[in-house]
C-alpha cells in the first residue's frame, strides 16, 4: 500500500465514512495565514520545488540544522538543488516528526508523487515537481482553485497600502484575499528607534502628522477604517501575554512622548503602553465587529548569535512558559466591562495552557453569539496530530465543539493547504473512534452538521466576512442588488 493512501490516519470504517462523506469535500477558508498578497496578486509561477517549499520554512530549517545540516544548506548562499538535497537527505530522519507526514501529504497532493523522499529519489522528485510548477494549474492563484481555497485572510502592518489587496478584489479571483491587521509595531515604545521609523510610516499612510498620543490614535483608527473598507475583519496580536497593567491615558500619552523623544519604555512602562493600546484596538474591533486573535505564549529569538546573524523567524523560537490566566482574563474582562469585547480567537502556544484556555471561552458568552471567544487550532509547535488531538479534547470536554471555527495554516507557504485536509483526518478519526466505541451516536443527523460545520461553515458564519464562498460574480454589484 502506499504510504499517503485514501484512509491515511483514519483508523476506523467509521472515519474513514465521516472524513470521505461529510470532511473531504468542504471548501477551505484559511483565515489566518502569512501568504503573500503579492505573490497572489501577480500569480507567481515557482521555479522549482526550492522556492516554493523551502524558501521561507523555518520547520524545514530546525530540522535540517538538527540533523547536522550546515547553515549554508539551510539560508545560505548554496545553489538550490544542493539545498533540495540537503532537505531530503534529512526527511528518513524525521519519521514521527510530522515534517514526515506534511513531505508525502504534500508531494502527493500537489505533484501526485507517491515515492518516499530520500538522498536517493530526490533528483527524479526535483524533476517531476519542477515540470508541473511550470503549469497554470500550480500558480499561486491555480493552487487556491485546485485546493477550494473560497478566502484567504493575510497578515499585514497597518501602514501597508494593500496596493495588492485592492487589484485581487477588482479583478475575477474567486477566492477572496482579504487583509488582517496586525499592529505589534504599535506597541514598541521600548524600542525608540523602530518605533519611530514605524510611526513615519504610519504619518505617510494615513496622510496626517502625528505629534501626540490623540493623533497616533486617530490615525490607527483611520487605517483601521482603511482596512474595513478593504474587506478586512479580522485583527492578530502576536504577544508571549495578554497585557493587563492599566494606566491612565495622561501615563499613557507620556510614556508615548518620551518614546518618541528617543527615550526608552521600561518594561513596566511598555506593559502600561502596551495594555491601554489593547484596550484601544479592542474596542476598534468590537466596534466594527471584527474578530480579534491573540497569538500567546511564544518564546522568540532564544539564539542571540543566529539572530543577529539570520534575523527573526529563521527557526530559534520555543514554547514560552509565561503565566496566562489572570492578564488573559483581566484584559477581556476589562472589555467586557465597557461592553466593547469583539468576537476573540485564543491561540495558545503551551500545551500545559490547553484547559486554561478552554475555560477561560466561557467566562465571556456572545449574547446570542455561538462561542464568541473561541479556543483557536493547535498553533506551530502544536500543529501535528498530537497537538490537535489535545486541542480538539481540551475543547470538547470544556466548550462546544460542534461550534469550534477549525482549522488554519498559519503558513508563508502555498504548500501548505493540506494542513487543512490533515486537521480534517484527525477530526473524523477523533469522532470514528467515539462513534464505535459507542461514546457518540452513530446518527448522520448529528455528525455531518458538526463535521462540516467544523471544516468550514463554522468559520464562515461566525467570522461575518463580506460574501466568502459566494464566487467573485456575486461580489460585483447587480442592478437588483443596488435596488435593495
Ligand atoms: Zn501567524
Given at each position: 500500500m502506499k504510504f499517503i493512501h485514501e484512509n491515511f490516519l483514519l483508523h476506523t470504517r467509521t472515519a474513514a465514512r465521516l472524513y470521505h462523506q461529510y470532511a473531504e469535500a468542504e471548501p477551505i477558508f484559511d483565515y489566518h495565514c502569512h501568504l503573500s498578497p503579492q505573490d497572489i496578486g501577480e500569480n507567481r509561477q515557482f521555479k522549482n520545488l526550492f522556492e516554493i517549499w523551502l524558501e521561507g520554512d523555518h520547520y524545514k530549517w530546525r530540522a535540517m540544522r538538527a540533523n547536522g545540516v550546515p547553515e549554508r544548506y539551510c539560508t545560505g548562499t548554496t545553489p538550490p538543488f544542493e539545498k533540495f538535497q540537503a532537505w531530503a537527505a534529512t526527511v528518513p530522519h524525521t519519521l514521527r516528526n510530522p515534517l514526515y507526514h506534511w513531505t508525502h501529504l504534500e508531494l502527493k497532493r500537489y505533484f501526485g508523487i507517491d515515492e518516499l523522499l530520500d538522498e536517493e529519489s530526490a533528483a527524479r522528485i526535483w524533476k517531476k515537481a519542477n515540470e508541473q510548477l511550470a503549469t497554470p494549474e500550480l500558480s499561486a492563484q491555480g493552487i487556491l482553485k485546485r485546493f477550494k481555497v473560497v478566502a484567504v485572510c493575510t497578515t499585514d502592518d497597518?501602514?501597508?497600502?494593500l496596493e495588492h489587496h485592492r487589484a485581487l478584489a477588482a479583478s475575477g479571483l474567486p477566492t477572496r484575499v482579504l487583509p488582517t491587521f496586525r499592529p505589534d509595531k504599535a506597541l514598541a515604545v521600548h524600542q525608540p528607534a523602530p518605533f519611530n521609523a514605524w510611526v513615519k510610516r504610519l504619518e505617510r499612510a494615513a496622510d496626517m502628522e502625528v505629534r501626540d498620543l490623540v493623533q497616533f490614535l486617530e490615525a490607527l483608527q483611520a487605517r483601521h477604517e482603511y482596512f474595513h473598507a478593504n474587506g478586512c475583519r479580522l485583527s492578530d496580536h502576536g504577544l508571549s501575554q495578554c497585557y493587563a497593567d492599566f494606566c491612565s491615558v495622561k501615563t499613557a500619552a507620556a510614556i508615548f512622548a518620551r518614546a518618541r523623544r528617543g527615550r526608552a519604555a521600561s518594561p513596566v512602562e511598555q506593559a502600561q503602553f502596551g495594555t491601554f493600546m489593547m484596550l484601544f484596538f479592542g474596542r476598534l474591533d468590537a466596534d466594527k465587529n471584527w474578530t480579534k486573535q491573540l497569538h500567546l505564549g511564544a518564546l522568540r529569538n532564544n539564539n542571540e548569535r543566529l539572530l543577529k546573524q539570520l534575523g527573526p523567524d529563521t527557526g530559534f523560537d520555543s514554547i514560552g512558559d509565561f503565566p496566562q490566566g489572570t492578564a488573559l482574563a483581566a484584559y477581556l474582562n476589562a472589555l467586557e466591562r465597557e461592553r466593547a469585547l469583539p468576537k476573540t480567537i485564543i491561540y495558545n502556544l503551551n500545551p500545559a495552557d490547553n484547559y486554561l484556555f478552554a475555560t477561560m471561552l466561557g467566562n465571556f458568552p456572545g449574547d446570542g453569539i455561538a462561542a464568541k471567544v473561541q479556543m483557536g487550532s493547535g498553533w506551530w509547535f502544536l500543529d501535528q496530530k498530537e497537538g490537535m488531538e489535545w486541542q480538539l479534547n481540551a475543547l470538547s470536554n470544556l466548550g462546544l465543539l460542534s461550534r469550534f471555527v477549525g482549522m488554519v495554516t498559519?503558513?508563508?507557504?502555498?504548500?501548505?493547504?493540506?494542513r487543512h485536509e490533515y486537521f480534517r483526518r484527525v477530526l473524523c478519526n477523533l469522532i470514528g473512534r467515539d462513534v464505535e466505541q459507542g461514546e457518540l451516536p452513530n446518527d448522520q443527523k448529528l455528525l455531518e452538521p458538526m463535521i462540516r460545520n467544523i471544516c468550514y461553515r463554522n468559520a464562515r458564519q461566525y467570522l461575518a466576512v463580506p460574501e466568502v464562498g459566494s464566487g467573485a460574480k456575486a461580489r460585483k454589484p447587480t442592478t437588483r442588488r443596488r435596488a435593495r
Open positions: 497597518p501602514t501597508d497600502t498559519d503558513s508563508r507557504s502555498f504548500m501548505s493547504y493540506p
